[in-house]
């Protein structure tokens, strides 16, 4: 599973816009924490050992070791730049997290909130993948398959059904992390981390301009002459000139219905 270390309380200039992040208020977010506590329980329920994995500097080491403390069995730090892209932080991920069942990771990072590096390390692995998961259901007579759950717009659910392998990225808000034993804690500051390099990454798409959406100009016949100054303007915006005029109706209901029915047949939106 992944954790990111970030600063929960960094500090923006005003003036310039520099951000300053601190490491003695950095650590892994609550959607973080949530999904080494369903990690937590898919090694109790499955059985297998938990690897937990981190992108970033030396200091990123502190969240590989709370989760350690909590019960995580193995460890190990991409050495990347915290400014790293999200698809350079999934390339370096998924060379260490091949082969796994079960990628867990938290849905959005405090710092980008793009959620995006799940879905890199998704195709970057092959695997199936389900996205800003809210309630997860772990059947231990099935390992490796997972039922979650998460929103859609409008106040709608949608329900996955992922196997083995799959990248599953939860809420914060759906379980809280347990709390890590005495013992754990003191274990996890002497306890080995593995320190590997990212691998180089081929751009697998041309970098992306910042800026505002200009739409493609397109080029159209120039109007009439012989038209006044309104017609040709209505003529370069395509706006129809002999349409016809609005009607006030006043109706009983089923005539308006129908009314309206055949309206819409008119406009070809009916058969």
């Known amino acids: 599973m992944c954790q990111k270390w970030v600063d929960h309380r960094p500090e923006v200039d005003p003036l310039t816009g520099a951000v300053t992040t601190d490491p003695r208020t950095s650590a892994a977010s609550a959607a973080d924490h949530a999904a080494l506590e369903w990690g937590l329980?898919?090694?109790?329920?499955?059985?297998?050992?938990?690897?937990?994995?981190?992108?970033?500097?030396?200091?990123?080491?502190?969240?590989?070791?709370?989760?350690?403390?909590?019960?995580?069995?193995?460890?190990?730090?991409?050495?990347?730049?915290?400014?790293?892209?999200s698809e350079e932080v999934a390339a370096g991920l998924a060379e260490r997290l091949a082969g796994a069942d079960v990628v867990l990771c938290g849905d959005w990072s405090l710092d980008r909130g793009s959620g995006s590096v799940p879905a890199f390390l998704a195709a970057q692995l092959a695997a199936a993948s389900g996205l800003g998961c809210t309630v997860l259901a772990l059947d231990p007579d099935r390992p490796g398959e997972v039922r979650a759950e998460r929103r859609l717009d409008g106040g709608r659910r949608e329900r996955l059904v992922l196997e083995s392998p799959a990248v599953v990225s939860v809420e914060g808000g759906g379980t809280r992390l347990r709390r890590a034993s005495l013992a754990g804690v003191l274990q996890a500051r002497e306890a080995a981390v593995e320190v590997a390099s990212a691998p180089p990454l081929t751009p697998s798409r041309p970098p992306l301009r910042i800026g505002p959406y200009r739409p493609r100009p397109r080029s159209r016949p120039a109007p009439s002459a012989e038209l006044t100054a309104r017609e040709r303007i209505l003529v370069l915006?395509?706006?129809?000139a002999d349409r016809p005029p609005p009607q006030l109706l006043v109706l009983e209901p089923a005539?308006?219905?129908?009314?309206?029915?055949?309206?819409?047949?008119t406009w070809g939106y009916l058969l």
């Open 41 to 85: 329980r898919m090694v109790e329920g499955w059985g297998g050992e938990l690897l937990v994995a981190t992108a970033g500097p030396a200091a990123a080491e502190v969240v590989l070791r709370e989760a350690l403390a909590a019960g995580a069995h193995h460890a190990v730090r991409i050495d990347l730049e915290a400014t790293a892209t």
């Open 255 to 265: 005539a308006a219905a129908d009314r309206i029915l055949d309206q819409l047949r």
């Open 237 to 240: 915006t395509g706006t129809p």
